[in-house]
Nanobody, 117 residues
């Protein structure tokens, strides 16, 4: 089983920065894909960014140039550095992991990010 625990959310003013962290435990390996999704009130969950085993990334156009995803395989952790935050970034941010071996998908409990104008 896999557990994902997010941290780092909070309230920030527009233009500010936050760094989200996700600690993974269980059967997560450096080859697995990890990422961040978000869900704003009344909206569907959407991809923010994902990172593969070799460090390749895919970032949503809405956050490109402002958000950066990274991972530390030695710590089984993935991070999301969020700069130049906008009120539209307000959402619950979820850590996600997909096992390349089995295709199983795992989610964290989410962390709230609120950006005030």
């Amino acid at each position: 089983q896999v557990q994902l625990v997010e941290s780092g959310g909070g309230l920030v003013q527009a233009g500010g920065s936050l760094r989200l962290s996700c600690a993974a435990s269980g059967s997560i390996f450096s080859r697995d894909v990890m990422g961040w999704y978000r869900q704003a009130p009344g909206k569907q969950r959407e991809l923010v960014a994902v990172i593969g085993s070799g460090g390749s990334t895919n970032t949503a156009d809405s956050v490109k140039g402002r958000f950066t995803i990274s991972r530390d395989n030695a710590k089984n952790a993935v991070y999301l550095q969020m700069n130049s935050l906008e009120p539209e970034d307000t959402a619950v941010y979820y850590c996600n992991a997909v096992s390349v071996l089995t295709g199983a998908e795992f989610w964290g409990q989410g962390t709230q990010v609120t950006v005030s104008s």
